[in-house]
């Protein structure tokens, strides 16, 4: 029974953006397992509150993701 987790920064995508995601991850997993598989493949979304991920030690808040989107460069605070 495949479980796919993704986790995100809290407030950056949209409800409709993170059903697309939940959508297109199911569909490259069943494009690699086969579609017998779909009842029981789950994919899941857990996001984490802005500030409580850091990348090399150092926090990572919504709004640098934000930025990230937009092309920007960021250094986390």
Same mark, same amino acid.
């Given at each position: 029974?495949?479980? #796919?987790?993704?986790?995100? &920064?809290?407030? =950056?995508? %949209?409800?409709?953006?993170?059903?697309?995601?939940?959508?297109?991850? @199911? *569909?490259?997993?069943?494009?690699?397992?086969?579609?017998?598989?779909?009842? #029981?493949?789950?994919?899941? &979304?857990?996001? =984490?509150? %802005?500030?409580?991920?850091?990348?090399?030690?150092?926090?990572?808040? @919504? *709004?640098?993701?934000?930025?990230?989107?937009?092309?920007?460069?960021?250094?986390?605070?």
């Amino acid at each position: 029974m495949p479980l #796919v987790q993704i986790k995100l &920064i809290d407030g =950056v995508f %949209s409800k409709e953006q993170k059903r697309e995601m939940l959508n297109q991850v @199911t *569909e490259a997993m069943l494009s690699v397992e086969g579609e017998n598989l779909r009842e #029981v493949t789950h994919v899941i &979304i857990e996001e =984490v509150k %802005s500030g409580d991920w850091a990348i090399a030690g150092k926090p990572f808040e @919504t *709004e640098d993701v934000r930025a990230l989107i937009e092309g920007k460069k960021v250094q986390a605070a």
